[in-house]
T-cell receptor
Framework: ETGVTQTPRHLVMGMTNKKSLKCEQH?????MYWYKQSAKKPLELMFV???????ENNSVPSRFSPECPNSSHLFLHLHTLQPEDSALYLC??????????FGPGTRLTVL | GQQLNQSPQSMFIQEGEDVSMNCTSS?????WLWYKQDPGEGPVLLIA?????ELTSNGRLTAQFGITRKDSFLNISASIPSDVGIYFC???????????FGKGTRLSVIA
């Protein structure tokens, strides 16, 4: 399944930097998600968008800011991150809100 | 929040052996999903289950939706080296609740 793409695949940033992660899907799905995956922990849902509207914000710190300009694109804007924010950030999309299809992820390292 | 208990946490098996893993929850789910994640990649959907008692196969993989609706099982027959990876279960209580993930089962296959 190569329908969900994420860029960049790897990102190293300092705590004072501002960067953005991008997710794109051309599967015609109306729901898109951001997840954080840390070692030894289950996937943590961060944000959910349905038809470009944010429907879930799972108590995520404000240093993470999502943007969904259309149903095919999802961004995660990052600023003043902490080292503990280092993780694999996964984007997913879904046609029904049940099965979710994931992108390859962005491996983020915060120095 | 809701958590899934996935076991075993890790497995080391000989090539050609069959593998079983399971996932249990404290509440009833109406959808169970099984994913596989390779290193450096996002999870890939293997099997989706929607009805209690449902048994679904995908090649050498077979998954079952437990009749209590609180558990699910994944079996892999005649394992091969490319089966190596982390297998995640995920469950959905209803259409309006987020997908809940297990912590994963790390499978290693010894040739």
């Amino acid at each position: 399944e190569t329908g969900v793409t994420q860029t960049p695949r790897h990102l190293v940033m300092g705590m004072t930097n501002k960067k953005s992660l991008k997710c794109e899907q051309h599967l015609g799905h109306n729901a898109m998600y951001w997840y954080k995956q840390s070692a030894k922990k289950p996937l943590e849902l961060m944000f959910v968008y349905n038809f470009k509207e944010q429907t879930e914000n799972n108590s995520v710190p404000s240093r993470f800011s999502p943007e969904c300009p259309n149903s095919s694109h999802l961004f995660l804007h990052l600023h003043t991150l902490q080292p503990e924010d280092s993780a694999l950030y996964l984007c997913a999309s879904s046609p029904t809100g049940k099965e979710q299809f994931f992108g390859p992820g962005t491996r983020l390292t915060v120095l | 929040g809701q958590q899934l208990n996935q076991s075993p946490q890790s497995m080391f098996i000989q090539e050609g052996e069959d593998v079983s893993m399971n996932c249990t929850s404290s509440s009833i789910f109406n959808t169970w999903l099984w994913y596989k994640q390779d290193p450096g990649e996002g999870p890939v959907l293997l099997i989706a289950l929607y009805k209690a008692g449902e048994l679904t196969s995908n090649g050498r993989l077979t998954a079952q939706f437990g009749i209590t609706r609180k558990d699910s099982f994944l079996n892999i027959s005649a394992s091969i080296p490319s089966d190596v990876g982390i297998y995640f279960c995920a469950g959905l209580e209803s259409g309006n609740t987020p997908l809940v993930f297990g912590k994963g089962t790390r499978l290693s296959v010894i040739a």
